[in-house]
């Protein structure tokens, strides 16, 4: 994928004790163009970073995003 078509959005999130769930705090309905976005993706990629300057990045499949929204919207 070429760098141009890249999107970057940032938000708030917080980690757990565990360190094994990642709680973000977006409203997607908020963010300029987020929604269409999230539902033509094909590939998300997150980068945590804490006070420490610690970060991780975790990527996920984004097959199915649209359904998993509206289905999400209208439960």
Not at 8 to 29: E, G, P, T
Not at 44 to 51: A, K, V
Request: charged letters at 30%; a positive charge; aromatic letters at 10%.
């Amino acid at each position: 994928r070429r760098s141009s078509d890249l999107k970057k959005y940032q938000s708030a999130a917080m980690v757990s004790k565990d360190h094994r769930s990642v709680y973000i705090f977006l409203n997607m309905a908020t963010k300029e163009g987020f929604v269409d976005d999230f539902h033509k993706s094909t590939k998300m990629i997150i980068r945590t970073g804490d006070i420490t300057c610690e970060s991780d990045t975790y990527e996920f499949n984004m097959s199915g995003s649209k359904s998993a929204h509206t289905f999400m919207l209208n439960d």
